[in-house]
């Protein structure tokens, strides 16, 4: 058995939608092309939405739910949760989009990082989700949040096809 923080998890869920807030943002600003800003300064907005749920599950969280036990014969899912937390395999907590943004102007560049920013997004999302079935609240409004993730690789992706093909 492993013990998994639920409380770190979707605190970190929650940094991962003020990353994208912050990279968005700053994108936008820096987009020359209105449709590609009015594309980023919606993206904000969802983020926004899904930092608000991740933070009003976390807050709702029982304190038996914010520690749960999974099964683990082999040590993997500790091992896989642990890297997802604290190996960076998601988001870089040091990212700076700024600095980013500045050395990587193009639209194209910007949007093949968002695309990657959202397909992490999606598979992390995914593995908290089978973390928070001991909370069926939760499993609902992460399963919308994952479908809009996917959308917005969907938007971002049909973007990009504008600016290399």
Request: charged share 25%; no cysteine; proline share 4%.
């Amino acid at each position: 058995m492993v013990l998994v923080n639920n409380f770190e998890v979707l605190d970190m869920a929650v940094n991962l939608e003020r990353n994208g807030i912050s990279f968005y943002s700053k994108a936008a600003q820096q987009a020359a092309d209105p449709s590609l800003a009015k594309l980023l300064s919606g993206l904000v907005e969802m983020e926004r939405a899904h930092e608000r749920t991740f933070s009003e599950l976390r807050a709702h969280l029982s304190p038996e739910q914010r520690q749960i036990e999974l099964a683990d014969k082999e040590g993997v899912s500790a091992a896989y949760i642990d890297s997802l937390l604290h190996g960076q395999v998601v988001f870089d907590p040091g990212f700076d989009a700024q600095s980013w943004l500045e050395a990587h102007p193009t639209p194209a560049e910007m949007l093949r990082k968002a695309v990657g920013f959202e397909k992490d997004t999606v598979m992390f999302y995914m593995s908290i989700r089978e973390l928070m079935l001991p909370v069926q609240a939760s499993t609902a409004k992460i399963d919308t949040i994952i479908a809009e993730e996917k959308r917005h690789v969907v938007l971002l992706a049909g973007q990009l096809r504008r600016y290399v093909s």
